[in-house]
């Protein structure tokens, strides 16, 4: 092989080494007409009583942040599926508020309306307004 081929490979190389290490740069994916942000304004018509609890919808699946832990689910026609959770500790009045919180999204309908989500599930509603 000679010298110049062997610089054409390494050139190769070096640009796909680049460009993949770019794509994997960002642990975010590129927003969507359909990415929307929102925070929890009340569960059974009560405000939240711990810090902000937020929600983004990207096409089928909504991920989130509690207090302490994150969370994220697939919506397969409008009903939520099993949550993921990440299992950090906290204070016990917050974690019970996110065991809580976490027990009536799975399973919940979700009825996306002009600026609200509302998760809907046997005797609980959950309600989370359009982010600004």
Known sequence: MSKHSVSIILLTLTFGLVAFF???ASSKSMPTENDQTY????IDGEAPTVEA????????????????????ASVEFGKVGPMIVTRRGGPAHIMQFESRFISQMEGSVMEQKTDELVFSKTESTIVFSKSE
């Not at 925070?39 to 009340?42: E, G, I, N, R």
């Not at 919808?57 to 832990?69: C, D, S, V």
Request: aromatic share 4%.
């Open 39 to 42: 925070s929890l304004t009340s």
């Open 22 to 24: 770019s794509g994997c």
């Open 53 to 72: 609890v937020t929600l983004e919808l990207k096409n089928k699946e909504i991920h989130g942040n509690g207090p302490i832990n994150r969370w994220q």
